[in-house]
């Protein structure tokens, strides 16, 4: 689990980075804490999907941190964030963005292992992630923000829902074992799965998604594929009228 933690206040990270580990022991549970003091550093390195958790001071170098907050959520709405301040006064604010939860200082060792634990519920309860490395920096995108993972040379290109593209070494056979039993992913092509969710049409060889990405299918299996789309939104709207 890689967690970031952005506070102009050394004494104050060094107190909650105690605590995680102390967490990170007792539950046998990988951690790994990126230290930030300024927040134009954190912004300036940010990715989307990078940190499982974001611990973030609600006053930081005369910044508002529900500022910075907005600036994430812009790039990954689903980003966890979890708001520091010696101050309740901002609370409104840091949950009008969705905060995860807001932990007032010193923050109490029980409560922020309360708050690990309904964390790693939700993290190991939702749906699987696809994990992998891009220039030395770790990635784990939901199953369902994934459009297209395709074979690209040595490498494997994979683009997100918000078109954001991403280029790790992975051969496509172990990607595709990976995918494979999610469901929702369809080989079209040599190299080249796509998210059901995602598709608009089949026409004339091309596969149509959605945000104008156009698609090369193998037409010696066009009615095959066809089948395996209507088949799984047959299925999904089943499941969704079950639950209603």
């Not at 056979?173 to 799965?193: H, P, V």
């Not at 009615?223 to 939104?233: D, T």
Request: with cysteine; glycine share 4%; aromatic share 12%.
């Amino acid at each position: 689990m890689n967690i970031a933690i952005v506070d102009d206040d050394e004494q104050d990270i060094d107190q909650i980075s105690g605590i995680l580990s102390n967490y990170a022991s007792l539950n046998l549970t990988d951690i790994k804490i990126d230290r930030f003091t300024d927040p134009g550093e954190f912004l300036t390195s940010y990715v989307p999907y990078k940190y499982t958790l974001i611990f973030l001071d609600i006053f930081i170098r005369d910044v508002l941190g529900t500022e910075v907050a907005a600036k994430i959520k812009e790039a990954d709405r689903n980003a966890l964030i979890v708001f520091l301040t010696t101050s309740r006064d901002h609370m409104p604010a840091a949950f009008s963005l969705h905060a995860f939860d807001y932990l007032v200082k010193p923050a109490e060792k029980d409560r922020v292992f309360r708050m690990m634990d309904d964390i790693t519920d939700q993290v190991t309860s939702d749906e699987q992630c696809f994990t992998f490395t891009e220039k030395k920096v770790d990635y784990s995108l939901r199953y369902s923000d994934i459009m297209v993972v395709r074979s690209n040379s040595h490498y494997l290109q994979i683009i997100d829902k918000d078109l954001a593209e991403f280029r790790t070494r992975m051969n496509f056979g172990e990607a595709e074992e990976m995918l494979a039993s999610d469901g929702r992913f369809l080989l079209i092509n040599r190299g080249m799965l796509v998210n059901m969710d995602y598709i608009s049409d089949f026409s004339d060889g091309v596969c149509m998604i959605e945000n104008s990405i156009y698609l090369p299918y193998n037409v010696k299996k066009h009615k095959e594929l066809e089948q395996s789309y209507r088949n799984y939104i047959f299925t999904k709207l089943r499941q969704n009228t079950l639950k209603g």
